[in-house]
């Protein structure tokens, strides 16, 4: 079964939270990490989201501590869309 990566940056203006993360994270630019495999047994190309992963801290500090966050997708686009109003 194929399985694909996309690296992509979310950049939040305002301190958020999220369910997956203990209490809120500061504003900043933060890497973000889809993981999907392809749907088998289908006459066309098509691939399902296996995992979101979020990095935090948005700005590592080298040789500090660094953590990754499997959030929801959904709950991820809400909480962008809620910064930007």
């Known amino acids: 079964m194929s399985t694909r990566t996309a690296e992509t940056m979310v950049t939040f203006r305002r301190p958020f939270t999220l369910l997956a993360l203990e209490g809120a994270q500061p504003a900043g630019t933060y890497r973000l990490v889809t993981e999907e495999e392809q749907v088998p047994g289908l006459s066309f190309t098509a691939f399902r989201r296996t995992a979101t992963l979020l990095h935090l801290p948005a700005d590592p500090v080298p040789g500090g501590t ?12 809400e909480a962008l869309a809620s910064d930007a109003a």
């Open 66 to 77: 660094r953590q990754v966050v499997s959030v929801s997708p959904e709950e991820l686009a």
